[in-house]
């Protein structure tokens, strides 16, 4: 059973970048399932009307369909009880680290490579992009990402409870890598397949972390289009 | 078997105030065990000299002798195994948690109640209180918390991964409390035993699951000497 996932590219749709579609990739890999993930851009709401919304990840899992990548984990653990499990019994502690995530850690991405992001857009999804996110920033988009090297250091103080995590085990989820470690790990998988820029300093912990992740599963998230 | 608790006190040695000696309050109530809670002050570093250090909360069950309220969680966890769990199972995920309260919520918290808990300390720690947290904020206390009416909304805003879980379950550990709600909940009891500022709306989701914690354990923190 191959499961198809909707999955956000830019103008080289080998090139993926959302965060939230790496949690669920990596969710996927986790479980053993197959993928066939199809690139998908901004622009492309008529492709996934069906789901009944407009953003992606968007899976269908022979006759199901779930959007929402807190929502698409969920459905996995539940329809794929036998495989590992993605929260090991922690779904609501779990739930807080990736809604932590969303808060804190993207956001302060977001405003460090927006415009990189516009720059590896396919060009049909350049003017929608532009468009709603300097609306949505009061500003063109350089301008947004202008100060990232200012922004750096508070950025990896906001990290400090990943550290404190990492110091007592090898993955967020203890023993074992779980979704916790897919939701983190999404966001900075999004940076480096959308920016030059480095947020990480090589001898952070977070930084050693980061490699772990992306060697998981015979390197999948290593070995997709990015800028290091 | 009754464990002791050398526990943060004020002038009032029935007021105890410290959001980390509350955490392994919860934590033994939780384990259902008997508790000889000592009141401390700052000061008293001789008391606990046994313990290698000089802060609470320390525990002594039986022969050991424990200090650090994550190092008391894991070892109440371990010698108490067959009594409910503290973590379920998730015990990195919720120490991500815990060093989320120490580093977000706490030191918000203190720089908006930092006189007040000086004007509840016994005579003999304010000196000490009032000239160590001087020093560290760089400013009389009672300018630190002047602009706290203005520190409360990105405060309040600061919350919103909590939220997002209790949209999902009634604590933070997920169907039963844990030692996630623990580590919170220390935080704003810190607060309301300390300080008669209001952290919380009253149609806040965490005021009301604030509540449910206070009730736990026969209302063992609810009957706690504090300013609400």
Redesign the interface.
């Known amino acids: 059973m191959t499961v198809t996932l909707y999955d956000l590219a830019g103008a080289d749709p080998a090139r993926r970048f959302s965060p939230y579609c790496w949690r669920i990739r990596m969710a996927l890999a986790h479980k053993g399932l197959d993928v066939d993930a199809r690139p998908w851009r901004f622009t492309e709401k008529d492709a996934i009307a069906f789901s009944g919304q407009g953003l992606v990840p968007v899976i269908v899992d022979g006759g199901r369909v779930v959007a929402d990548s807190w929502e698409i984990a969920r459905y996995l653990e539940a329809a794929y009880p036998d495989r590992p499990s993605l929260f ?10 990736a ?2 995530t969303d ?2 850690v993207q956001p302060q991405i977001g405003r460090m490579i927006i415009a990189d992001v516009a720059a590896i857009l396919d060009d049909k999804d350049r003017a929608y992009f532009r468009d709603s996110r300097e609306k949505r920033f009061g500003a063109i988009l350089e301008a947004v990402q202008a100060d990232r090297d200012q922004r750096l250091a508070p950025f990896r103080q906001s990290l ?3 550290r ?2 990492l110091s ?2 090898p ?4 023993e074992a890598p ?1 979704f ?1 470690d897919y939701a983190v790990f999404g966001a900075f998988q999004w940076a480096r397949c959308s920016s030059p820029f480095r947020l990480l300093a090589e001898d952070d912990p977070i930084f050693a972390w980061h490699r772990r992740v992306r060697r998981l599963f015979d390197g999948l998230a290593d070995q997709a289009p990015a800028f290091d």
């Open positions: 090991a019994g922690a779904v609501q502690p779990i739930r807080f680290i809604s932590w808060r804190v400090e409870p990943i404190v995590v007592g085990s993955w967020l989820g203890g779980s916790a």
